[in-house]
């Protein structure tokens, strides 16, 4: 299968497949070792937002793994709403490291790939090292801030992604132009998303079935547990490092408040003047940050 995005040689990543959990994910590899750093991306994204990252933390001693996540690229795409519930999601993540054969897991994660992430934590799926989560809050505070105007209102396109068919049309007319849209809109620097990342991500989601796969995260939503639901009161109880962009247009925020109190190992490093888009816009900061806070992969277990 064509890959949805070719690294250069040089950049030291490749492209390989992986088969987890019945599914085939295309999965962005760099490093090596036993210690696996597995970087989770967002809608409406790719492993591809991880370009400026993956390197980095190979250098830092990681083996490092971005996968397309299910329904994006060229990872296989079920059909059905209920494939994308967010039991299904974090079970991709426990098969994906399993598959790798690594000893020991970081989770990094955007967006989505945080939603995953806190899931995974909280849940205590498998031991984690250290989790990193990108522009997504805490599923308890970000219920709390949804209860207000202020988020629901930065929300509307939850109830809007509901809609059968509607969504994908406007998504992929003239050559994903609705999708090309959604990253300039948010974005504070849009000369970070020029052409040709743009079209990395427009060629993707016009592959067959990938607007209504990427879109069916968000349809499942309803079919997951209420946070409120969650085990252990929603704590996760290991180092966890949230990265902002403070020019968030579609998290407020307000949605970190609170964090503090289901995840006592918490630091927060902000970035004024950055949007939604953190790893890409202010890649150079996030950068800094992640070698600054983690371990490096070599780095005996906390």
């Not at 962005?28 to 991880?50: I, M, R, T």
């Not at 109880?237 to 403070?246: A, F, H, K, M």
Request: proline share 9%.
């Amino acid at each position: 299968m064509i890959p949805s995005w070719q690294p250069a040689p040089e950049s030291g990543m490749t492209v390989r497949r992986v088969e987890a959990n019945g599914l085939s994910f295309e999965v962005v590899e760099a490093g090596a070792g036993d210690h696996l750093a597995l970087c989770l991306h967002g809608y409406p994204e790719l492993a591809f937002s991880w370009r400026h990252q993956i390197p980095v933390l190979a250098a830092m001693g990681y083996r490092v793994w971005a996968p397309n996540q299910r329904g994006y690229g060229a990872t296989s795409k079920p059909t059905a709403i209920e494939d994308y519930r967010i039991d299904r999601l974090t079970a991709d993540v426990v098969a994906l490291f399993e598959a790798s054969g690594a000893k020991r897991l970081t989770l990094i994660g955007h967006d989505w790939g945080g939603v995953v992430g806190w899931s995974f934590a909280i849940h205590r799926l498998r031991p984690l090292e250290r989790l990193v989560v990108m522009n997504m809050p805490h599923p308890r505070c970000f219920a709390r801030a949804l209860r207000q105007w202020p988020q629901q209102r930065r929300s509307w396109y939850l109830g809007a992604f509901q809609a059968p068919e509607l969504p994908e049309r406007m998504l992929g007319r003239n050559d994903a132009a609705g999708l090309r849209g959604t990253f300039h809109r948010r974005a504070v620097d849009p000369s970070k998303f020029p052409d040709e990342v743009l079209d990395v991500y427009a060629a993707s989601a016009l592959r067959p079935g990938a607007l209504t796969a990427m879109l069916n995260w968000y349809r499942a939503i309803p079919l997951n547990p209420p946070p409120r639901a969650l085990p252990n009161e929603g704590c996760v109880d290991l180092p966890t490092l949230i990265v902002w962009g403070e020019a968030d247009s579609a998290l407020g925020p307000e949605t970190l408040d609170g964090t503090e109190q289901f995840v006592p190992e918490l630091t927060i490093r902000r970035l004024p003047g950055v949007s939604h888009w953190v790893q890409q816009e202010a890649a150079a900061d996030v950068n800094a940050i992640l070698s600054d806070w983690l371990p490096g992969g070599c780095a005996a277990a906390s």
